[in-house]
Nanobody
Framework: QVQLVESGGGLVRPGGSLSLSCTAS????????MAWYRQTPGKQRELVAK???????DYSDSVKGRFTISRDNAKRTVYLDMVSLKTEDTAVYYC??????????????WGQGTQVTVSS
């Protein structure tokens, strides 16, 4: 059993910055790729950024150059540092990972989400 808890969301003005964190707890089987997704009403949840256990990162084009994903495996935490925020970044942000005892039992784990609102 894995639980993911996000924090750090809030209200910020365009051009501002926010830092999100997500901490995993429970039964873990290793250090899997972790990711940040976001979702707004009427849209599908979209991948924002991901990071492998080795630190390799990937970003969506919409956030590239503005967001930075990082992780601390010892703390079981993944971070998302966001700068130059735009109104288009407004969404509920979710952290995500996949975990399982065996290949056949791998499943998705999601945090509860944290609201990021970018508004003047």
């Amino acid at each position: 059993q894995v639980q993911l808890v996000e924090s750090g969301g809030g209200l910020v003005r365009p051009g501002g910055s926010l830092s999100l964190s997500c901490t995993a707890s429970g039964t873990l089987f290793g250090f899997a790729t972790m990711a940040w997704y976001r979702q707004t009403p009427g849209k599908q949840r979209e991948l924002v950024a991901k990071i492998t256990s080795g630190g390799s990162t990937d970003y969506s084009d919409s956030v590239k150059g503005r967001f930075t994903i990082s992780r601390d495996n010892a703390k079981r935490t993944v971070y998302l540092d966001m700068v130059s925020l735009k109104t288009e970044d407004t969404a509920v942000y979710y952290c995500h990972t996949k975990m399982g005892r065996t290949l056949e039992t791998v499943r998705d784990f999601w945090g509860q989400g944290t609201q990021v609102t970018v508004s003047s």
